[in-house]
């Protein structure tokens, strides 16, 4: 465990530090220290990102191969081995670094704020922009933008857990000694209110030290588990056919040299080394489109991670309702319209300085009496232990303690209540009346608070001790009205294969209204207490069962995800409250809104700016799309890469000279390539869509192992052809294979890039052009000038009269296997 040292010394802060800095000397200051931020802009990013695809093994592997080649006087081979290199590095770093930088744009649109004190005003900046001496103010939910000095503390309790490993939030007060009067970077305010002088930031923050030190990585996401699942299956077919084909050449007695290069060519044949590439330019690109559609994906990988997700957790408001909240009705116990209620209401929330909630912008929107008659004195912040809050006012003579909440929370702590124009004690008939108004309100579907006051002595603070014998005042009544149309997202979702669990802190009565409303029906709702007499096993098998829990906490929200987790769902959560955070960090795929608290936003993968289920449906099936283009690429690659590399194994073992040179290969695979960077801009088959997807890598090795030798098969056909139609010499049998080869590699994908009937499933226009012109580059290669140089001859014009025949005959046999194939191996 770290513990936290306090930031009071060495501070940049003057003694006038309470008054805030002026934009002339935050400037400065920003200039002097540089933005806060953990890690420092990194200088020289393109070219470090260029240095990180020259260091990939196989382009080591193919510089060795240039050098050797040269050194053995191979000229030639050398240069054309060393441009394709260039060529295929520069490809795959233009478009990955181009989707990152677009998807870095997307991020800084959700930029973390902090609100500060700056030429006498408060004011929100962007947290980067947090300089030394500023004075920043903090409230329930805010991130702690840097390590800072307690100047004020108002019921302050902070979660330090991301520094110090502790569980519980630690109190903090203005002026106590070492790290109790500090606050520190990266934490978070659970509640109360506080202000603070900043005295460290960025890489200078006690956070931004610890973070050097580990370099925590985050867990694997799904997508990054099947990815390294599928490149542990590539790696094994890759060494085996490398090792086979060079030890047969060596027993053969053949160069060492040109079976060396033979073999490194096999192996970039067979190894997908765009799949970075397609994966960052397919998932960049759905992220632009998410865009569109007013979400931002802070994480690229959470969009495949959105098409694996099988369930979603939400909470009710602002997902199944508007979230536009109203005060309906604010009655006296008789339930009768009283004043009084909406008078109180409005004072509480016109004086509490802590988050301000959806409930309280509704109270003080709606006609109340005017507050300014009275003067805020103090304040016990909300927490979700007690559930409500409490301001003490002064004013016409007395002081007044106005307490506000859940009734669960509230009634407890009430000594009577006003009825019929007096007081009465709570006693039994007037505890059941109270329950019996709540329970009434809720069955309508209104989110209902209890409002309480009592006189309280002048003193100096006032704390949590304060809140008993209050009298009961009534209850305000909120309307949350369902979205529209929010019930056919949901059965859209359902229909798509993903189950929406809604997981509230409102009761099971306002809650099983709603789901009425909109037409999910609520089964049995699960309540927080009895979450809480579960063994996590016990929990994982009634989350499996249950669609909707009531009255729960931010840990038993997180307890739910995590059940879900543990029985093989990918979970997506939904959240914008400090309660949510817990539970957003442990989903798969954190959501949060533009309008959230900073410590859900800083949890969460994605954010919505408008939170709306059915963007969330957008977002799944965005997720999907992309995934589809990756699996095609995979499935394209690997099954006619193993075909193409099966035969020259084979065909080395039995030819008396290698059937392709190495450099025919390499130029061979870069065309291939060359056509699949369109990929991400194909469309995808509605059935692809339709249930949620994940790395199968059982299905790409019967794929690869079942469609890769139909292409051997033709290989072989054309090999029988060069020798015995055309007797063909190397350099023509060479040609005639390349160009056979590389036509049925790349025309095959308009057969297998669909699970349906090519024709009824038309690939994009960029795709179409994409391929025609590799395979016409393939053609007419032997044509150019560039032919001695590449080891190829003109092929004779019968020969493409066969080639249009088996290209023909091949892209048949295979829908014909790709058919049977799904029949037998669904998707």
Request: proline share 5%; glycine share 8%.
């Amino acid at each position: 465990m770290i513990r936290a040292r306090s930031p009071l010394s060495g501070s940049a802060a003057e003694p006038r530090a309470e008054a805030g800095l002026t934009s002339a000397e935050a400037a400065e200051r920003l200039a002097r220290f540089g933005p806060n931020e953990l890690a420092p802009p990194r200088r020289f990013a393109a070219l470090r990102e260029l240095l990180r695809y020259l260091a990939n093994p196989l382009v080591v592997v193919l510089l060795l191969a240039s050098s050797v080649s040269a050194a053995f006087g191979q000229v030639v081979s050398s240069i054309v081995i060393a441009l394709m290199l260039v060529l295929s590095v520069a490809l795959n770093f233009t478009q990955a670094y181009r989707s990152q930088r677009a998807a870095a744009r997307l991020r800084e649109r959700v930029s973390q704020v902090a609100t500060v004190r700056r030429d006498g005003a408060v004011r929100e900046i962007p947290a980067r922009e947090v300089v030394p001496g500023d004075v920043v103010q903090l409230s329930a939910g805010d991130l702690v933008p840097a390590d800072g000095r307690l100047l004020a503390a108002k019921d302050l309790f902070l979660n330090e857990g991301a520094l110090t490993g502790e569980s519980l939030p630690t109190e903090k007060q203005a002026g106590a000694a070492d790290a109790a009067g500090a606050v520190f970077h990266g934490t978070s305010v659970v509640s109360g209110v506080g202000a603070a002088v900043v005295v460290a930031t960025g890489p200078r923050t006690e956070f931004g030290r610890v973070a050097a030190r580990l370099n925590a990585r985050p867990p694997d996401t799904e997508f990054e588990r099947g990815t390294r699942r599928f490149g542990f299956l590539i790696l094994q077919v890759v060494l085996f056919l490398v090792l086979f084909v060079f030890f047969v050449n060596a027993l053969l007695h053949r160069d060492p040299l040109e079976s060396f290069l033979f073999a490194v060519a096999l192996a970039v044949g067979l190894t997908p080394e765009l799949l970075p590439m397609i994966v960052s330019v397919t998932l960049a690109s759905g992220a632009v489109r998410m865009a569109k559609r007013k979400v931002i994906v802070k994480r690229l990988a959470a969009i495949e991670n959105f098409g694996s997700m099988d369930v979603l957790c939400s909470d009710k408001t602002g997902t199944l309702t508007l979230g536009e909240i109203t005060v309906d009705r604010h009655v006296s116990l008789r339930g009768e319209n009283d004043e009084t209620v909406i008078r109180l209401a409005a004072l509480n929330s016109a004086y509490k300085t802590g988050l301000r909630t959806p409930m309280d912008d509704a109270i003080l929107r709606h006609e109340h009496p005017d507050v300014a008659r009275y003067r805020g004195v103090d304040e016990v912040p909300f927490d979700f232990q007690r559930r409500r809050v409490s301001v003490v006012v002064e004013g016409e003579g007395q002081r007044l303690l106005i307490a506000k909440g859940a009734p669960e929370s509230m009634l407890p702590v009430c000594a009577s209540a006003a009825l019929d124009g007096g007081v009465k004690a709570m006693d039994a008939g007037v505890r059941a009346e109270a329950d019996r108004l709540f329970r009434e309100l809720s069955s309508y579907g209104y989110r209902v608070l209890a409002v309480a006051s009592r006189a309280v002595e002048p003193r100096a603070a006032y704390t949590v001790a304060d809140e008993e014998g209050l009298t009961l005042i009534g209850f305000a009544a909120f309307l949350d009205p369902p979205h529209e149309g929010v019930g056919e997202t949901l059965a859209a979702l359902r229909e798509d294969g993903v189950v929406v669990k809604i997981l509230t802190g409102d009761n099971e009565l306002v809650t099983r209204k709603i789901c009425d409303q909109v037409g999910s029906p609520a089964g049995e709702i699960v309540l927080g207490d009895a979450i809480d007499q579960m063994t996590d096993p016990a929990l994982a098998a009634v989350a499996e069962r249950t669609t909707v829990f009531a009255r729960v906490s931010p840990v038993q929200k997180n307890r739910i995800v995590q059940a879900l987790r543990t029985h093989g769902h990918v979970v997506g959560c939904v959240g914008d409250g400090i309660n949510d955070a817990p539970a957003l960090r442990s989903a798969d795929v954190g959501i949060s809104v533009q309008n959230a608290v900073d410590v859900a936003k800083d949890a969460a993968d994605i954010i919505l700016l408008e939170k709306r289920l059915s963007v969330l449906h957008d977002g799944v099936v965005e997720g999907r799309r992309s995934f589809g283009n990756i699996m095609k690429y995979v499935l394209m690659g690997t099954s006619s890469n193993f075909g193409n590399m099966l035969s020259m194994a084979a065909a080395s073992v039995v030819l008396p000279f290698l059937p392709m040179l190495p450099l025919q290969i390499l130029l061979n695979n870069f065309l291939y390539d060359l056509s699949q960077v369109t990929i991400p801009s194909d469309r995808v088959d509605r059935s692809y869509l339709v249930k949620p997807r994940r790395w199968n890598v059982a299905f790409i090795r019967r794929f690869m192992l079942i469609l890769g030798p139909v292409s051997s098969l033709y290989d072989f056909a054309t090999f029988a052809i060069m020798r015995f139609v055309f007797h063909a010499d190397q350099a023509l049998f060479r040609t005639g294979w390349f160009v056979e080869s590389l036509a049925t590699q790349t025309l095959v994908i308009f057969v297998i890039r669909t699970a349906g009937r090519p024709w009824s499933s038309a690939p994009s226009p960029a795709l179409a052009w994409g391929v025609g012109a590799s395979a016409a580059v393939g053609a007419l290669l032997p044509y150019t000038p560039l032919a001695p140089w590449l080891g190829f001859e003109p092929p004779p014009a019968l020969f493409f009269g066969f080639l249009v025949g088996m290209v023909v005959t091949y892209l048949a046999l295979v829908e014909v296997i790709k058919a049977w194939f799904y029949r037998r191996y669904p998707v």
